[in-house]
Nanobody
């Protein structure tokens, strides 16, 4: 059974930093990409950043230059370094892994940025 567990969230002041981690357990064959999504209250879930097995990254325009996604292929672990955080970054952040056939999701972790 595949399980994704996020950690590293919490409360931070505007301009601060947080680093999210996503540890994967279980067997996933042929990972296409790993990514971070977020969902703020009353809004749809949106892609924040993704990284392919080859290391190609993609970011939402709102986080470019502030967030950095990375991964450890051997450990099937993904990270999201978030700098210069803004109150509008407040959301529940979800880790996701895509193996072409389906998407696996973590349970989500709260990130709150105070002004």
């Amino acid at each position: 059974q595949v399980r994704l567990v996020e950690s590293g969230g919490g409360l931070v002041q505007s301009g601060g930093s947080l680093r999210l981690s996503c540890v994967t357990s279980g067997t996933i064959f042929s990972i296409n990409f790993m990514g971070w999504y977020r969902q703020a209250p009353g809004k749809q879930r949106e892609l924040v950043a993704s990284i392919t097995s080859g290391g190609r990254t993609n970011y939402a325009d709102s986080v470019k230059g502030r967030f950095t996604i990375s991964r450890d292929n051997a450990k099937i672990t993904a990270y999201l370094q978030m700098n210069s955080l803004k109150p509008e970054d407040t959301a529940v952040y979800y880790c996701a892994v895509n193996d072409v056939t389906r998407m696996y999701w973590g349970q989500g972790i709260q990130v709150t940025v105070s002004s």
